[in-house]
């Protein structure tokens, strides 16, 4: 973020046009860690001028909606108290807050020609809990989708070593599924002895077969 022109980035999420076009959801961003912050601001550019500035010009598009007649100045102690008390809200986040309260999801925050600071920060507080809400879900969502894949995994796991075992009781008197159980014989001997040497020390000469296979596809897989 630091390569970055720190005035072009704030403005790149503070603008009218982009606060109109803010279509992620809340579940999608609250908390994401790779949106900047208002205190990757402070820290990236060692002043905390760029987070109340994109305070500063949300509030003014939010009061010229209003049709109020707030200069910039009138409200720029009430961004550095969101700044210094919110600085872990990221920058779209406050893109959603800001189109918010401009459709009228809070309680009215102009009046006349003011700022109801109490409301401003009630609607915040409100929105506090809109994003917990939207995180927790997120990670349930996530956790399910874990759950899930580890449940498919169990069931492949299970499948492959049922398909196993019914391999190994068809090489018994099989051949053709002996070698698709063992498809790397070692050349000592034939492979008819193999067969014949497994179906009598299963799990001796399996063991054998077993690791002599794995061994041929590490040396094949390290050739490639």
């Known amino acids: 973020m630091q390569n970055q022109n720190p005035s072009a980035l704030v403005a790149s999420y503070s603008t009218k046009n982009i606060q109109i076009r803010e279509s992620r959801i809340l579940e999608d961003v609250a908390g994401v860690k790779n949106i900047p912050t208002l205190a990757d601001l402070a820290r990236a550019y060692g002043v905390n001028t760029y987070a109340t500035t994109l305070l500063i010009n949300h509030l003014a598009w939010l009061t010229r909606c209003m049709d109020s007649k707030l200069a910039k100045a009138q409200y720029t102690d009430i961004a550095l108290m969101i700044a210094s008390e919110y ?91 002996f070698r698709e159980l063992f498809p790397n014989l070692p050349t000592d ?36």
Request: net charge positive; glycine share 4%; proline share 0%.
């Open 87 to 177: 600085y872990f809200i990221n920058l779209v986040e406050w893109n959603i807050f800001f189109k918010r309260c401009m459709m009228g999801y809070y309680e009215q925050v102009i009046w006349g020609d003011k700022i109801n600071v109490q409301q401003l920060m009630a609607s915040i507080r409100k929105f506090l809990s809109e994003r917990a809400t939207a995180i927790s879900k997120r990670e349930e969502a996530l956790r399910l989708k874990e759950s899930e894949t580890i449940k498919t995994q169990s069931v492949n796991i299970v499948k492959g070593l049922d398909r196993v075992r019914a391999l190994q009781a068809k090489a018994k008197t099989d051949y053709k599924a």
């Open 189 to 224: 001997r034939s492979e008819l002895v193999y067969w014949r040497a497994w179906r009598v020390f299963e799990q001796s000469v399996g063991k054998m077969l077993c690791e002599f296979n794995i061994e041929n596809k590490l040396i094949k897989k390290n050739h490639e």
